[in-house]
């Protein structure tokens, strides 16, 4: 079975650009979320989906914005992007069975 | 509010000592608890989870207890691997079984292991 994927991998943009990075979860898993992680530091949480829906918004500017798809994929968008969102953003897919989450290998964006 | 604090890195051991990588938090309801592992360039993977104070989870040799009383969920392993160098996260989510509810993490603990 295939665990949560992230695309793309690697990513490098300049200041003020937007970027869109892309997630797909574990088949059956109707929830997502999106963490940031900065060198160094544990991962923050950005925003929660289930069931399309937001359900969770952590301490992030509007520049960030989500949207889940009926297949339950998801997209995270960041606008005017800065140097300071240089970052690792890891997707998280979990069912309602309490099982936990499974993180997808992240995609690394380099701002300049 | 929801906090997870872990000891500081980095922590070098030789193969076969014992690990032990401190964890505690502070948390407005009945959390359930967890430590992720991040490999170089990777994601994180779950290492193990406890739900409810007492429990001990366990997996690959490693293991952690829920400790209510000194609200703590302490990582150990009796014998390390130069294969178990990564970063080990704690994290806890507020809401027990639940889980549609966010991930609070601590800063993460690199480990290294020498031969």
């Known amino acids: 079975d295939a665990g949560v994927t992230q695309s793309p991998t690697h990513l490098i943009k300049t200041r003020g650009q937007h970027v869109t990075l892309r997630c797909s979860p574990i088949?059956?898993?109707?929830?997502v979320s999106w963490y940031q992680q900065v060198l160094g530091q544990g991962p923050q949480f950005i925003f929660q989906y289930y069931e399309k829906e937001e359900r969770g918004r952590g301490n992030f500017p509007d520049r960030f914005s989500a949207r889940q798809f009926p297949n339950y994929s998801s997209e995270l968008n960041v606008n005017a992007l800065l140097l300071g969102d240089s970052a690792l953003y890891l997707c998280?897919?979990?069912?309602?069975?309490?099982?936990?989450?499974?993180f997808g290998s992240g995609t690394r964006l380099t701002v300049v | 509010g929801n906090s997870v604090t872990q000891m500081e890195g980095p922590v070098t051991l030789s193969e076969e000592a014992f690990l032990t990588i401190n964890c505690t938090y502070t948390a407005t309801g009945y959390p359930s608890l967890f430590w992720y592992v991040q490999y170089p360039g990777e994601g994180l993977q779950l290492l193990l989870k406890a739900t409810k104070a007492d429990d001990k989870g366990s997996n690959k040799g490693f293991e952690a207890t829920y400790r209510k009383e000194t609200t703590s969920f302490h990582l150990e392993k009796g014998s390390v691997q130069v294969s178990d160098s990564a970063v080990y996260f704690c994290a806890l989510s507020p809401d027990r079984g639940s889980t549609l509810g966010r991930l609070y993490f601590g800063r993460g603990t690199q480990l290294t292991v020498w031969p």
């Open positions: 998280a897919s979990s069912s309602r069975q309490g099982l936990g989450y499974t």
């Open positions: 088949s059956g898993h109707k929830s």
